[in-house]
């Protein structure tokens, strides 16, 4: 009897540099997982904490800290607040990568009363207005004036017997704190000029003194605190505060 032929079991054989590289293969792969998910991590943390710094930047208004001598921390504080819910009104209508030139855009809008009625009917400055109405510092911005049958312009005394005027209105109080503390703080002589006109000749109106500053000054001058500070109280809230009469 012929004997059965058995065919010797064929089998892989790794060599000693093959076996290290099938156990490195799993390792490898996971380290290009957590080398990916890294840098997705990193990559997020850097945009939070970019968009945080953004938004700090931006609430960051200052722009009534010159009037520091003037007023209280309080008083400041107030100023700046409304300076911000201003500024952030307005660069959803004017906007421009450079905000100086979107105050000087709403000034324009001024000249012609041609101004988007949405600047005006939002919540938040209504809600600034109605604080800053009780406050103090509001008498030491405005008063309230008359016009008279013959034009000249009167303060409105607060005796009850007196006959109501034909017309009263909000105006920046020329002998107040605020005015003569804007003065007094200006380093700009063309400004400074403009506010002892504004303090000097009564009942200027609001769109002769908008043509004054967009045809007077450059528009790198509406970069400054000053510019933008007197724009947001003396313009904006002023004209705002007797819409809402």
């Known amino acids: 009897m012929k004997k059965k032929e058995t065919k010797p079991n064929k089998k892989l054989r790794l060599s000693p540099c093959s076996k290290s590289l099938s156990i490195f293969k799993p390792a490898q792969s996971l380290a290009k997982t957590v080398a990916h998910n890294m840098k997705k991590l990193l990559s997020l943390i850097i945009l939070t904490i970019f968009f945080s710094f953004k938004s700090q930047c931006q609430e960051k208004i200052n722009y009534a800290n010159l009037l520091e001598k003037c007023f209280t921390q309080n008083e400041i504080k107030l100023l700046n607040n409304g300076c911000e819910i201003f500024e952030n009104e307005i660069l959803k209508i004017y906007t421009n990568e450079n905000i100086g030139i979107s105050y000087k855009e709403f000034l324009e809008d001024i000249q012609t009363m041609q101004i988007p009625l949405e600047v005006f009917e939002n919540k938040k400055t209504t809600e600034y207005m109605n604080n800053l109405k009780k406050s103090e510092l509001f008498n030491k911005i405005w008063k309230i004036y008359k016009k008279e049958i013959n034009t000249e312009i009167v303060v409105i005394s607060n005796d009850d017997n007196e006959s109501k005027p034909e017309e009263e209105y909000f105006q920046i109080k020329r002998d107040g704190k605020y005015l003569n503390c804007l003065i007094e703080n200006c380093e700009n002589q063309n400004l400074k000029e403009l506010l002892k006109a504004i303090k000097e000749v009564p009942?200027?109106?609001?769109?002769?003194?908008?043509?004054?500053?967009?045809?007077?000054?450059?528009?790198?001058?509406?970069?400054?605190?000053?510019?933008?500070?007197?724009?947001?109280?003396?313009?904006?809230?002023?004209?705002?505060?007797?819409?809402?009469?």
């Not at 009942?203 to 000053?226: G, H, Q, V």
């Not at 933008?228 to 809402?244: G, P, Q, S, T, V």
């Open 203 to 245: 009942d200027i109106n609001p769109a002769i003194l908008a043509i004054a500053l967009t045809n007077e000054f450059k528009e790198e001058e509406f970069n400054s605190n000053i510019m933008r500070l007197i724009i947001a109280i003396d313009f904006y809230y002023e004209l705002k505060l007797n819409l809402m009469k």
